[in-house]
């Protein structure tokens, strides 16, 4: 057991924590996150979350927090900012080890369930990044495997410790996404109750919960509060009502059926082993009351997503923790039948020529056809790189047909995917990462910006801008996007501009001081029309950065703080 622990513990280092570095930071989520947490730390406030020095009230605080303090202890990089994710899916798996072994006594069956979980493609490519899904889903999955040991407990104190644990993670749940947290411990504890017969048991227990939820939401609900009044009416609202219930609001629409091809895509390289799951989970009790939490836990939240009007590909994460222990339970069941003959065999097979057919694709498309390729000439080593990761994926599933024991079917089909999912952080296209990773672009201009330097910008780039340029004063160009509720404050509607304030704003005379334009390429085809001619130009991919003299002195109160009138030198900011 302790060669087995130190294995999988060693391969998460170097699967999750050790390419976090690698990549470069991508827009908007990755920099949003990260500038929230870098501006908390730069501004000593850690109570009101803002956004280039704006009231950013679409998320509650913990989060932002977590990211601060990985920023404070680590620096100002890309893997400080994307370790709370990566813990919290090992945190996950953790728990799910402990879960799946207490309620079916099986070790090995408990080592199938985090394997599973780690090893999936969703997982892996949220819990990589810089984004709060990961963190939420580990603190739902902690409330809800606390709940269940506090109902399957009987002696009493220790039943209302695990309730009491179940709450106050719930309560961080709340702070990391808000109401949603409740709702969905509700309508996973509601349906489990009445198909167990202990509806008035569940209730009770549930209350426990909500209430030591609330008490550890409470400190920093009330301070936001009296720091900012009008934060629990946009938050409620807009934040829930619209994005998640109304036709006319939130983001994101998509159809009723849009999260199963993502939750089949998601659950890769395991999607194939349904068949063996199935198979198990035929014969397993209906009784057993950990079958029926994981189906309550996955099946009705899973539901309600789809249900919800706004969807995206992450909100669907914290439906894979229950469906893991699912697989397990199925799993259990089969190998318990013998020498698990269903495990996969059909759809191993057909995983083995799909990769080979994909890999001979490419490989061709590469050679044959210029105009279609992925990679360009100066990306050899990744199209080799990838080969060799689906190579190995294939003879490891070939192995994985041929081994004789479940427990070694398991471990061969487990190792299968590992290279090409750390491949994944090098082999990336250029053509898929050059308009969304514009840190490094930015960073080549960062002598020519001092804090004197107005800048301006899009909203797609606007964080990115902030984070490299270490700024929280950047004026926006065009639309008000996600920071529109934050520019709608009096003190911060200046910071909004159309092209026509913006042409004033560089026909200002302040001194020896230069403007900073940074935006899209496609937005600048746009502008570039009608704006005087720049003192420096550069367009590199998706972006450009476009620097102009202050010139010719005008009258420019109206777009301008009214703390910069009557300074004749430096920037408005």
């Not at 209302?160 to 309560?171: R, Y």
Request: proline content about 6%; hydrophobic content about 50%.
């Amino acid at each position: 057991m302790a060669k087995v622990t130190i294995t999988m513990l060693a391969l998460f280092f170097v699967l999750y924590i050790v390419p976090l570095g690698v990549r470069p930071m991508v827009i908007p989520d990755e920099t949003r996150y990260a500038e929230m947490g870098r501006e908390m730390v730069e501004t000593g406030d850690w109570v009101v979350p803002r956004l280039n020095g704006l009231r950013y009230f679409e998320k509650p605080i913990l989060g932002h927090w977590l990211h601060a303090l990985s920023i404070r202890l680590l620096g100002e990089n890309a893997f400080a900012i994307r370790l709370p994710s990566a813990l919290a899916v090992g945190l996950s798996a953790l728990m799910l080890f402990f879960l799946v072994r207490r309620f079916t006594g099986d070790t090995l069956v408990a080592i199938v369930a985090p394997s599973v979980f780690l090893t999936c493609v969703e997982v892996y490519g949220v819990g990589v990044s810089c984004v709060l899904d990961s963190i939420f889903s580990m603190l739902i999955t902690a409330s809800m495997i606390a709940f269940f040991f506090g109902f399957m407990e009987t002696h009493p104190l220790k039943r209302t410790a695990f309730l009491v644990c179940s709450g106050v993670v719930l309560g961080l749940a709340f702070l990391t996404k808000g109401f949603l947290a409740f709702l969905l411990l509700a309508i996973v504890i509601i349906p489990f109750g009445i198909w167990h017969r202990r509806l008035k048991e569940a209730t009770c227990r549930f209350l426990v919960v909500a209430v030591t939820a609330v008490l550890t939401t409470l400190p920093w609900c009330i301070m936001i509060h009296l720091r900012e009044p009008d934060f629990w009416h946009y938050f409620f609202w807009v934040e829930h009502v619209d994005r998640l219930i109304s036709p006319h609001g939130g983001q994101h629409p998509n159809p009723f059926w849009y999260f199963i091809p993502i939750l089949l895509g998601g659950t890769l390289p395991w999607t194939p082993q349904i068949v063996a799951v199935v198979y198990g989970l035929r014969k397993a009790p209906c009784k057993d009351p950990l079958l029926r939490f994981a189906a309550c836990w996955f099946l009705f939240p899973f539901l309600f997503f789809s249900a919800c009007r706004g969807k995206l590909g992450t909100y669907i994460l914290p439906c894979f923790p229950p469906l893991i222990v699912l697989f397990a339970i199925g799993l259990r069941r089969e190998f318990a039948t013998g020498t698990g003959k269903t495990f996969g065999s059909p759809g191993r097979v057909s995983a083995v020529y799909i990769i080979v057919i994909l890999g001979v694709a490419l490989l061709l498309t590469q050679a044959l056809i210029p105009e279609a390729r992925i990679y360009r000439p100066g990306e050899t080593w990744k199209l080799l790189l990838l080969a060799i990761g689906l190579l190995t994926y294939a003879v490891l599933l070939i192995q994985a047909g041929r081994a004789t024991g479940y427990a070694r079917k398991f471990v061969f089909s487990c190792l299968a995917p590992l290279l090409l999912m750390f491949s994944a952080h090098f082999i990336i296209p250029d053509r898929l990462t050059e308009k969304k990773t514009p840190t490094e672009f930015l960073r080549r201009h960062k002598d020519r910006i001092t804090q004197d330097t107005v800048i301006v910008s899009d909203i797609s780039l606007t964080s990115a801008v902030c984070w490299s340029y270490k700024r929280n004063d950047v004026l926006l160009l065009g639309r008000a996007g996600e920071l529109a509720y934050g520019l709608s404050y009096d003190d911060s509607k200046h910071r909004l501009l159309d092209i026509d304030q913006f042409k004033e704003l560089i026909m200002t005379d302040w001194g020896d001081e230069h403007i900073a334009l940074i935006v899209s390429s496609e937005q600048y085809v746009e502008y570039r029309q009608v704006l005087p001619k720049p003192v420096c130009e550069e367009v590199d991919g998706g972006f450009v950065f476009v620097e102009f003299v202050f010139f010719n002195p005008v009258a420019a109160g109206s777009i301008l703080s009214p703390k910069c009138e009557g300074q004749p030198k430096g920037g408005p900011f």
